[in-house]
């Protein structure tokens, strides 16, 4: 569903099955991020619009899939899950599948991404206290055939965690005078170990182990 009534800048992507994202629809995306059960009516007249164009454009959002669902945000100390945990995971290689299958069986893992470097996986985990943490690792992933190696790191405090963030974020520091990094010139090569300011697909992964032996070399 294609929507480009009422006021709005210039596409900035392409999403989903068409839907062509501008100013507008941010717009709609950065108040839903302070308040998802805000009326239609609110909302239009945050955004600036219409109450019409602003359920056209919310339906528009929902029917394309760039708002997937609503959830409810909850305090975790007071749920009884004060202990936040990641466990890095080293998986064999040939066994990815049945490691999927097993660990969405188990409900107390609240995030997992597969990663690049030493490990292959992390896993993020909330529970009541470090002996629950410290079970969970020794008789529950340790016993899953897939799983060679974990590291477990305890998070001491959470300092920043946004519900998501949007394009309109960076161009509005820009616009309050943030400066953009300069990008790298075409012809000049990063020095070893460093890749800030570069594509992705340019950078260069240290190791841990690498790193070590360098620093030792060093000395």
């Not at 941010?26 to 059960?37: F, H, M, T």
Request: charged share 25%; aromatic share 4%; net charge positive.
């Amino acid at each position: 569903m294609s929507s480009n009534s009422g006021s709005g800048g210039g596409a900035t992507g392409r999403i989903g099955i068409g839907l062509e994202l501008d100013a507008t629809h941010l717009k709609i995306l950065e108040v839903l991020r302070d308040n998802g059960r805000v009326s239609v009516s609110a909302l239009a007249e945050r955004v600036g619009i219409s109450r019409a164009n602003a359920y056209t454009r919310f339906e528009a959002l929902r029917a394309d899939g760039v708002i997937r669902r609503f959830t409810a945000e909850i305090d975790h100390q007071r749920a009884g899950l004060g202990i936040v945990a990641l466990i890095f995971v080293t998986v064999r290689q040939q066994m990815w599948p049945q490691f999927r299958a097993q660990l969405a069986q188990m409900p107390e893992v609240e995030y997992c991404a597969i990663t690049t470097g030493q490990h292959d996986a992390m896993i993020q985990v909330r529970m009541a206290d470090v002996a629950e943490v410290h079970a969970m690792v020794t008789e529950r992933l340790a016993n899953i055939p897939a799983v060679k190696a974990t590291e477990t790191v305890f998070i001491l405090d959470e300092v920043l965690r946004r519900p998501y963030v949007l394009p309109s974020d960076r161009e509005r520091d820009r616009g309050r005078g943030v400066p953009r990094r300069p990008a790298p010139s075409a012809s000049s090569e990063p020095e070893q170990g460093q890749g800030q300011g570069l594509p992705l697909g340019k950078m260069r992964f240290v190791g841990a182990a690498e790193g070590r032996a360098a620093l030792r070399d060093a000395t």
